[in-house]
């Protein structure tokens, strides 16, 4: 078991290496992006640093969960995409509960994407869309 000194190690190791690539990944973001996730990133693993004394109490899952949820709450832009079915709407309605924080949810009510499949219900609209 991870003990507080080795999660505030970890903590650290991880916020310097993404510090240290802010740049690169901005970079990489721009490519195929909005070229903000190196920045972002720093953002976030920068307000990670300012409660790893808190986090690093915890006992190492649960940890990680406050690491994470820092992270996305900081960093912002965490997006579930999930099918119309009843439960993955219920799923997600469990994750957005979970958060805590500000969630958007949109619930479709069409799949164009979806062509026949053993698997699911397949296209339930089909007007050209």
Avoid: W
């Avoid at 300012?50 to 820092?70: H, N, Q, R, Y």
């Avoid at 009510?109 to 219900?121: G, W």
Wanted: contains cysteine; proline residues 2%; hydrophobic residues 40%.
């Amino acid at each position: 078991m991870l003990e507080k000194d080795d999660m505030m190690d970890l903590i650290n190791t991880c916020a310097a290496v993404v510090e240290a690539h802010t740049d690169e990944l901005t970079e990489l973001d721009s490519a195929i992006g909005d070229g903000d996730h190196g920045y972002n990133m720093k953002r976030g693993f920068e307000a990670l640093r300012a409660e790893a004394d808190v986090i690093s109490e915890k006992p190492f899952p649960d940890a990680l969960t406050a690491a994470g949820m820092k992270l996305v709450m900081t960093v912002g832009g965490a997006l579930f995409i999930v099918k119309n079915y009843e439960g993955d709407v219920m799923n997600f309605d469990m994750g957005a509960e979970m958060a805590a924080g500000d969630v958007l949810q949109v619930v479709t009510n069409d799949d164009i994407a979806v062509e026949d499949s053993t698997y699911t219900t397949g296209r339930r609209r089909d007007d050209g869309c």
